[in-house]
């Protein structure tokens, strides 16, 4: 009598197991790709809002630029990728030095951009999973006077569960890939190494900051 | 059958000969010392030329800055953009043919169909191609995405004066569509050769008007513009060959083993 009993409550278990165990799974696909469309939608909304705020000045909109980059973009694991191969024989002082100054050099070089774009609006078309952590977010900016761009945003769960975009990719081109060519094309230059790009990275922030 | 009958085969079939030996060249990829250095480097070029093509890069960068850039701001500057958009459409429409031939070897039916129409359409309802009465993003295909598709390799990255970047595939299929293209043909058995050679500038006035500011841009932030640009064309081939779709599982990887050296390593604000 026992024995059946503990076998049907085995059984059970298994089952109920068994439930819960293949729709977290999925779920948590699904919540992933709501949770990176949520995060692109309300980030292209924000922005703009920024961007047809006529009251804001340049440098307010840079200071908005470089808010969504700290808050929607994770700095740490694009800097990583963007060093490539050279990340790991790096000293731990390369490699705080190279992410404070690629944080920088992304802010000089896409900030200003930021600002030249109005009346244009971003459309949400789609999002597919890459990996059980990455979700690729398809979107379209609408331009007025030309054809709609292809705009795609790789988004990462962190371990603490927030979305972060770790690459935009515009009509195909990833900007993280076309960063780590260009950076590893200068560090792998003779003489030059990690630092001389760190170097040549914090001229360039000096020199388009002005 | 006397020599000189013969000569015109003999050179047709020189060249060929000449073609398929480059491109056999790109049917085996790079060495395999490269493997690793490029399966980590992941979407890296292929660019065992690359003094030779900063050169020519330079030298193209030159010829930009003292001609083409200027012609093509004074083309923008003057002619008003209906007017513009009405040139690219005619030039668009007569590489339909080309585009149709190239879907048809790639055996992409509905590209096909979609450069036929195109073409039909806006050719006698468009005021022969001045307009695009059918509003069909056509793909335009060339003979580099079908030899890619036809699992030809790049090949290495080159930098050809006055035409630009280039992979060897893409080269060859460039030399080739020159040579098959009915309008071309057409227009050489007419003994208008000069179509061919204007096409090309045109074409290539019209892109560049459009892309100013992009390149300026682009010019303004990079740190090795050289590098840049061998990245951006790659992968803008590559964006092609897949016909605009971005596939999720050829993204490069982005996980790391060592995702706590990250947390480890502190920003200063």
Redesign the interface.
């Known amino acids: 009598m026992l024995k059946k009993r503990n076998f049907l409550v085995f059984l059970f278990s298994v089952a109920a197991i068994g439930t819960f165990s293949i729709t977290p799974a999925s779920l948590a696909q699904n919540t992933n790709e709501q949770a990176a469309t949520t995060l692109i939608k309300t980030m292209g909304d924000d922005a703009i809002k920024t961007l047809s705020n006529k009251s804001l000045t340049e440098s307010q909109k840079e200071h908005q630029f470089e808010k969504y980059l700290d808050d929607s973009f994770n700095m740490?694991?694009i800097g990583?990728?963007v060093l490539?191969?050279n990340w790991r024989t790096a000293t731990?002082e390369q490699?705080?030095n190279f992410?404070?100054v690629f944080?920088e050099y992304m802010v000089v070089?896409?900030g200003q951009?930021i600002g030249s774009y109005s009346g244009e609006s971003l459309k949400i078309k789609d999002a597919?999973?890459?990996?059980d952590?990455?979700t690729?977010v398809?979107s379209v900016i609408e331009q007025p006077?030309g054809p709609p761009i292809?705009l795609?945003w790789?988004v990462?769960k962190s371990?603490d569960g927030q979305q972060q975009i770790?690459?935009v990719?515009v009509?195909?081109?990833?900007l993280?890939?076309?960063q780590?060519?260009?950076?590893?094309?200068?560090v792998n230059k003779p003489g030059v190494g990690v630092d001389g790009?760190i170097k040549?990275?914090q001229e360039?922030v000096k020199s388009?900051g002005s | 059958m006397s020599l000189r009958n013969l000569w015109p085969t003999l050179k047709g079939g020189l060249i060929v000969a000449t073609l398929f030996t480059l491109l056999s060249g790109c049917a085996t990829a790079p060495s395999d010392d490269k493997s690793t250095?490029s399966s980590?480097?992941?979407?890296?070029?292929y660019d065992p030329f690359e003094p030779m093509n900063r050169y020519f890069f330079d030298v193209n960068y030159a010829m930009d800055a003292l001609f083409l850039k200027p012609v093509s701001e004074m083309y923008r500057g003057v002619l008003p953009?209906p007017v513009r958009d009405s040139v690219s459409n005619f030039l668009t429409n007569l590489s339909q043919p080309i585009y149709f031939i190239n879907n048809v070897l790639q055996g992409d039916v509905d590209s096909a169909g979609d450069n036929m129409g195109a073409f039909i359409t806006n050719t006698f309802l468009g005021l022969g191609g001045l307009f695009d009465v059918a509003q069909i993003n056509t793909p335009e295909d060339d003979m580099g995405q079908t030899f890619a598709i036809w699992g030809i390799e790049e090949g290495p990255y080159l930098v050809v004066p006055v035409f630009g970047p280039y992979t060897m595939r893409e080269g060859v299929g460039g030399i080739v569509d020159w040579a098959i293209d009915p309008v071309n043909i057409i227009a050489r058995e007419k003994d208008k050769t000069y179509v061919g050679f204007w096409r090309w500038a045109v074409d290539g006035l019209d892109k560049r008007s459009r892309a100013i500011e992009t390149l300026d841009?682009i010019e303004?932030?990079?740190?090795?513009f050289?590098?840049?640009i061998?990245?951006?064309y790659r992968?803008?081939r590559?964006?092609?060959i897949?016909k605009?779709a971005?596939d999720?599982?050829q993204?490069?990887s982005?996980?790391?083993d060592e995702?706590d050296e990250?947390?480890k390593?502190?920003?200063?604000n």
Not at chain 2, 40 to 45: L, P
């Open positions: 740490k694991l990583r990728f490539g191969n731990d490699r705080k992410l404070n944080r070089s896409y951009k597919k999973p890459i990996n952590k990455e690729l398809y006077n292809k795609n790789r990462r371990k770790v690459d990719i009509e195909g081109v990833s993280a890939v076309t780590r060519s260009e950076f590893s094309a200068v790009l040549k990275l360039q388009e | 250095a980590v480097m992941y979407e890296e070029v953009l841009d303004k932030n990079s740190i090795d050289y590098a840049t061998r990245s951006l992968q803008s590559q964006s092609k897949l605009g971005t999720p599982s993204l490069p982005m996980s790391f995702d990250i947390s390593t502190s920003t200063t």
